[in-house]
């Protein structure tokens, strides 16, 4: 599998089956090398943590902020890197939900699905 170490933009997004992606535009995730992250809006740095990734396919991610908003929260997640250049995630928003059990965002939940194209440098 690639590595996700990189900057990447957000291509699609939905939040409670409801596409959000107009909304993120200006929303950057970039993934270091250490496992760290920090997410940029309009190339403002508003959060930063640790990412814990899982083997597998379908893999399991934790991500924990050490800044920002989410200071101290942990969310899990699942992700798939098809290729070099797609990463897709599915986070639960819901602090004290489970991992997402798949890569979809029904209507009603927390559950933030996300489709990242890598940024070239």
């Not at 986070?91 to 979809?104: K, Q, T, V």
């Amino acid at each position: 599998m690639p590595q996700p170490y990189g900057q990447w933009s957000i291509e699609k997004a939905e939040l409670g089956g409801a596409d959000i992606t107009a909304s993120l535009h200006d929303y950057i995730l970039e993934i270091h090398d250490g496992n760290g992250f920090v997410v940029y809006v309009q190339q403002k740095r508003v959060d930063a943590g640790n990412l814990l990734f899982a083997n597998g396919n379908g893999d399991a991610l934790d991500i924990t902020s050490t800044e920002g908003p989410g200071k101290g929260n942990t969310l899990k997640a699942i992700y798939q890197q098809p290729d070099a250049v797609t990463l897709i995630i599915c986070y639960n928003l819901d602090l004290a939900g489970a991992r997402p059990a798949a890569f979809h965002s029904p209507q009603g939940t927390k559950l933030f699905f996300v489709t990242y194209k890598k940024r070239s440098k």
